[in-house]
């Protein structure tokens, strides 16, 4: 679950257009509050967290951001200190418990048979916003539970929310924390399982999106402890949606920073990427969504010079368009137009990003150019 | 401990019933099951049969004070097997299942295929409800969620009529009924539908752990695709009977020595063998003409026996044998070596290096001779590429040889002991099917380079320490050859604790501080300019320490050993027939 952001250079990014045809915008914030006690028993489980003075501050953030709709994981023992600052303006879900052996009793001697019931997740919502529909459900496959991250000490899975929002719009939008593995586990190869059960965990909310999926776009939002370079998200989660013809599917830092040409797995990972992720869905029939803004707010999220937890907050704002949206491809080109970076990215036909291209085939704002 | 109650089962008509029902059993099987038929172990014609069915509760007493009950559910069944010559025969075995496992309140955490330790009583056996040994291990406050399997080996249940030719360490024959077993039960609990969890060890002390070995042997041999141990844990086992035999004969006239399971021994060979001894050819009167109804009718335990040879005035290996058999050089000792030889569980056995081992002897064990312990160690490391570790579960093999002694009860106690933790410990440390990454994280500090590497790590200059403890001038620390002389100075202090540095330096040996790591560490803090004050070594003790006690298996042992302080249990009163 600890993590530490692999990289600091995917720093402050905007950029802002307006479609044609957009009837109302929207924004949403993913933020992984760090929110584990710093001991479990006598394990320091995460001891340079930020605890409940940090998780106050973490609250006073998220409030001056101001954002429609807050998902947020890991909201495990502080969670009166993150809502302190947001009872005011926001509604929230449920809490389903924290880590600990005073309000979950624990057999010691069968800790192999314990699981907390909580998830740690936790959405908050304006109060202009309606949640009309709200489901909990749990990730069928899990790894780890006294090593790999610990995953399955705790109830992990996702959040399903049906969203109306101010102006009567009706997006959904879904909270999830995937399987995490750890840096060593990685190095040493040994993450094997951690990627299996991510994938299953991909896998289930591809069949979770598509079964419920009607006229309403579906915003993604979470920790997803994926890489594309080092988890099939496009053979777990986007061709099978986008295979059924019934709709689309952009992931909000593709869109933004590269051009929307999807790392390859396998690959040399892209400094940039980040586990936190914001996906969409558009369905083909109905509203779509177009990130407009996105925000890894690595400088605002800062107390005394440090990062307030262990990960940033992942910001996008989305207009809402009507009628048949545009393939993917398209949106990429329409949005990196407008981006500050959009011209100055080249990546292979491997989608490896590539900074300065040798002569050859390359593609630079999702088409191809021969570089001479 | 006065088992008077420890481990009965509460339904003793449901056992005559059932007794009554197995010798009728029996007749009906030997008409069916001709003496010349071959079988192969492991084949399960002619069915399981389950015999007996109840729910029990077990003990754990002390002095007549029950410390722990647990409620047991008790399935005895009569399987097909194959005995020492490879004929069909049928035998007895139970599977016990912890009740709150049995009605599904906890999940089972594994089987564990336990084979008992030396039997003399019909009634001493599991399908007769005895469980003197189990219970510490499987009703004590760890509350172990695992399912037992025992056979009760040739000689004992439905076929107790042969009590007389039971295969006591006898070759693989006990590892036949033992894999055999395992196979019924799981065919029993797969139709059943009760869930036998992740895990599956193999264990046994004294005869028990000998048998184990030998289950061990023909899983390797025989089952390699249907069957794999997580770990097999043995304990003070006659492994190598003619090392052992080797051993009584050059303490025959130490009194201290515990004769009776070298009795056993040689008996069974004897009979087993048909080697034609009588009696009065092999021991001295009177027991020789005692020895049939001592110790092949069933009618004594083996603590009766031991006061008997005591009452007789039989307390050494000479005052037992006739002098041909305590003779290297005689026929007769020959022609009983030989036979012992070809039984020898090492013949035609390659170890799977794939399985884990555990293994705890006692160093002066006077019943069962350290030396056949070693012997262990000697063969599954030469044989199958186990690493010796100080640290369990580090690597595939720990030994308590180091513990100086001479009680084999007590290592079989202890023995019991680590069992309930490894049972408790087990399902944590491999819950995620590989050892647990944070626990390796911990262990791998516990070897003298690891606790070496953290110390320098922390600013500590262990070669600095090295030199100044021994006396150095900064130069470089001793060669080998001169430290070891200069702690063959230790000899007469060792001598008052009953050992010698030859002895200390074997069993470190025996217990994962080998001689390669001995030299490892000299010759890097040789290696290495002094720079620093002392203070390094006692730092390196604590670290190994502090690794240690936090280890899971020790915490839930240390457990156990708290509970047991709690209730003014002294393990050196224990007593178990072992």
């Known amino acids: 679950m600890k993590r530490i952001l692999l990289s600091l250079s995917f720093l402050i990014s905007h950029f802002s257009f307006s479609p044609a045809g957009a009837q109302t915008s929207f924004s949403v914030m993913t933020l992984n509050v760090d929110g584990l006690p710093g001991k479990f028993l006598f394990f320091d489980i995460n001891p340079d967290g930020p605890l409940s003075a940090g998780s106050e501050r973490i609250s006073q953030y998220i409030a001056a951001k101001d954002c429609d709709i807050v998902s947020m994981q890991e909201c495990f023992n502080y969670r009166w200190e993150i809502w302190s600052r947001l009872f005011a303006g926001y509604e929230h879900d449920e809490w389903t418990g924290g880590i600990d052996s005073e309000t979950h009793q624990l057999d010691y001697f069968h800790l192999q048979n314990e699981r907390f019931p909580c998830d740690g997740l936790n959405s908050a919502w304006k109060k202009n916003v309606t949640s009309t529909a709200y489901e909990r459900v749990a990730h069928k496959q899990n790894f780890g539970k006294f090593s790999h991250e610990f995953d399955d000490i705790i109830t992990k899975g996702f959040r399903r929310h049906e969203f109306t929002l101010a102006d009567g719009t009706e997006i959904v939008v879904y909270n999830t924390h995937f399987d995490a593995s750890s840096e060593r586990d990685e190095q040493l190869g040994n993450d094997v399982k951690d990627r299996e059960a991510r994938h299953a965990q991909w896998q289930q909310l591809m069949q979770h999106v598509l079964t419920h999926l009607d006229s309403r776009p579906v915003i993604l939002t979470g920790d997803f402890n994926s890489y594309y370079t080092r988890d099939d998200i496009i053979t777990a989660f986007i061709q099978p949606i986008e295979a059924t013809g019934r709709a689309t599917v952009g992931d909000v830092w593709i869109e933004q920073y590269r051009s929307g040409v999807y790392p390859q797995l396998g690959d040399e990972m892209d400094a940039d990427e980040v586990l936190d992720k914001i996906l969409y869905v558009n369905p083909v029939e109905g509203l779509a969504v177009t990130p407009v803004s996105v925000t890894l707010d690595v400088a605002g999220y800062q107390y005394d010079n440090k990062p307030m937890g262990d990960h940033y907050p992942l910001i996008a704002t989305f207009a809402v368009t009507r009628g048949k949206t545009t393939a993917i491809g398209e949106t990429a080109n329409s949005q990196s137009s407008n981006s500050k970076w959009s011209n100055s990215k080249s990546f292979d036909l491997q989608g490896r990003r590539v900074d300065n291209p040798a002569t050859g085939l390359y593609i630079q704002n999702g088409h191809k150019f021969i570089a001479k | 401990m006065d088992l008077s109650f420890a481990?009965?089962?509460?339904?003793?008509?449901?056992?005559?019933?059932?007794?009554?029902?197995?010798?009728?059993?029996?007749?009906?099987?030997?008409?069916?099951?001709?003496?010349?038929?071959?079988?192969?172990?492991?084949?399960?014609?002619?069915?399981?049969?389950?015999?007996?069915?109840?729910?029990?509760?077990?003990?754990?007493?002390?002095?007549?004070?029950?410390?722990?009950?647990?409620?047991?559910?008790?399935?005895?069944?009569?399987?097909?097997?194959?005995?020492?010559?490879?004929?069909?025969?049928?035998?007895?075995?139970?599977?016990?299942?912890?009740?709150?496992?049995?009605?599904?309140?906890?999940?089972?955490?594994?089987?564990?295929?336990?084979?008992?330790?030396?039997?003399?009583?019909?009634?001493?056996?599991?399908?007769?409800?005895?469980?003197?040994?189990?219970?510490?291990?499987?009703?004590?406050?760890?509350?172990?969620?695992?399912?037992?399997?025992?056979?009760?080996?040739?000689?004992?249940?439905?076929?107790?009529?042969?009590?007389?030719?039971?295969?006591?360490?006898?070759?693989?024959?006990?590892?036949?009924?033992?894999?055999?077993?395992?196979?019924?039960?799981?065919?029993?609990?797969?139709?059943?539908?009760?869930?036998?969890?992740?895990?599956?060890?193999?264990?046994?002390?004294?005869?028990?752990?000998?048998?184990?070995?030998?289950?061990?042997?023909?899983?390797?041999?025989?089952?390699?695709?249907?069957?794999?141990?997580?770990?097999?844990?043995?304990?003070?086992?006659?492994?190598?009977?003619?090392?052992?035999?080797?051993?009584?004969?050059?303490?025959?006239?130490?009194?201290?020595?515990?004769?009776?399971?070298?009795?056993?021994?040689?008996?069974?060979?004897?009979?087993?063998?048909?080697?034609?001894?009588?009696?009065?050819?092999?021991?001295?009167?009177?027991?020789?003409?005692?020895?049939?109804?001592?110790?092949?009718?069933?009618?004594?335990?083996?603590?009766?026996?031991?006061?008997?040879?005591?009452?007789?005035?039989?307390?050494?290996?000479?005052?037992?044998?006739?002098?041909?058999?305590?003779?290297?050089?005689?026929?007769?000792?020959?022609?009983?070596?030989?036979?012992?030889?070809?039984?020898?569980?090492?013949?035609?056995?390659?170890?799977?290096?794939?399985?884990?081992?555990?293994?705890?002897?006692?160093?002066?064990?006077?019943?069962?001779?350290?030396?056949?312990?070693?012997?262990?160690?000697?063969?599954?490391?030469?044989?199958?590429?186990?690493?010796?570790?100080?640290?369990?579960?580090?690597?595939?093999?720990?030994?308590?040889?180091?513990?100086?002694?001479?009680?084999?009860?007590?290592?079989?106690?202890?023995?019991?002991?680590?069992?309930?933790?490894?049972?408790?410990?087990?399902?944590?440390?491999?819950?995620?099917?590989?050892?647990?990454?944070?626990?390796?994280?911990?262990?791998?500090?516990?070897?003298?380079?690891?606790?070496?590497?953290?110390?320098?790590?922390?600013?500590?200059?262990?070669?600095?320490?090295?030199?100044?403890?021994?006396?150095?001038?900064?130069?470089?620390?001793?060669?080998?050859?001169?430290l070891i002389a200069t702690l063959t100075t230790y000899d007469e202090m060792l001598q008052e604790y009953g050992t010698s540095l030859g002895e200390v330096l074997l069993i470190a040996d025996d217990s994962g501080l080998s001689m390669l790591d001995i030299m490892e560490v000299i010759n890097y803090l040789n290696s290495k300019t002094a720079e620093q004050a002392a203070g390094g070594a006692a730092a390196s003790r604590a670290m190994r320490q502090k690794a240690n006690e936090q280890l899971v298996g020790d915490y839930f042992y240390n457990n156990l050993l708290d509970w047991l302080k709690e209730n003014n249990v002294d393990l050196n009163e224990m007593q178990i027939g072992l």
């Not at chain 2, 039984?343 to 081992?357: C, E, F, I, K, V």
Request: include cysteine; proline fraction near 4%; aromatic fraction near 12%.
């Open chain 2, 7 to 482: 481990g009965r089962e509460i339904f003793r008509p449901q056992v005559k019933q059932c007794r009554l029902w197995m010798t009728a059993a029996v007749l009906a099987l030997c008409a069916l099951w001709p003496a010349t038929m071959i079988a192969q172990s492991g084949d399960l014609q002619g069915g399981v049969e389950i015999i007996h069915e109840c729910d029990t509760t077990w003990h754990f007493g002390y002095k007549g004070i029950n410390l722990y009950s647990r409620p047991m559910h008790r399935i005895d069944m009569a399987y097909p097997s194959v005995d020492a010559r490879g004929n069909a025969i049928r035998l007895s075995g139970s599977i016990v299942i912890p009740g709150n496992v049995y009605d599904g309140s906890s999940p089972a955490d594994g089987v564990l295929l336990y084979n008992r330790y030396t039997q003399m009583m019909p009634e001493c056996c599991p399908t007769r409800g005895f469980a003197e040994g189990e219970f510490v291990f499987m009703c004590n406050p760890l509350n172990p969620n695992w399912i037992l399997v025992e056979s009760d080996f040739y000689g004992f249940g439905i076929t107790e009529e042969h009590i007389s030719d039971q295969y006591y360490v006898y070759g693989d024959a006990n590892g036949h009924a033992s894999i055999d077993c395992l196979l019924a039960a799981r065919q029993v609990m797969d139709e059943r539908g009760i869930p036998q969890g992740k895990y599956l060890l193999n264990a046994g002390a004294s005869s028990g752990g000998y048998d184990c070995l030998a289950a061990q042997r023909v899983r390797d041999m025989y089952h390699k695709d249907d069957i794999r141990f997580d770990k097999t844990l043995a304990a003070a086992a006659p492994f190598d009977v003619n090392r052992a035999y080797s051993s009584y004969i050059s303490e025959k006239d130490n009194s201290k020595q515990d004769i009776i399971f070298a009795l056993v021994v040689l008996n069974a060979f004897n009979r087993q063998d048909n080697l034609g001894f009588t009696p009065q050819q092999m021991f001295t009167e009177p027991l020789a003409s005692k020895f049939y109804d001592w110790f092949n009718t069933g009618r004594y335990s083996i603590d009766q026996l031991r006061d008997s040879l005591k009452a007789i005035g039989v307390k050494t290996f000479t005052e037992a044998m006739q002098p041909e058999f305590l003779d290297y050089s005689s026929d007769e000792y020959k022609k009983l070596k030989a036979a012992i030889e070809s039984h020898n569980l090492q013949n035609g056995w390659t170890p799977d290096p794939d399985q884990s081992y555990y293994y705890l002897h006692y160093a002066h064990d006077m019943a069962v001779p350290s030396a056949s312990g070693r012997t262990v160690l000697d063969f599954l490391t030469s044989n199958g590429g186990y690493k010796k570790s100080l640290v369990p579960e580090l690597t595939n093999l720990t030994t308590c040889m180091f513990v100086m002694s001479d009680s084999h009860t007590i290592s079989g106690i202890q023995f019991m002991l680590h069992l309930a933790a490894t049972l408790t410990a087990y399902p944590m440390l491999y819950y995620d099917g590989e050892l647990n990454t944070h626990y390796y994280d911990l262990v791998k500090v516990g070897t003298p380079m690891g606790i070496i590497r953290l110390l320098e790590e922390k600013g500590i200059d262990v070669a600095q320490a090295f030199n100044s403890l021994t006396g150095g001038d900064g130069s470089g620390g001793m060669d080998f050859s001169s």
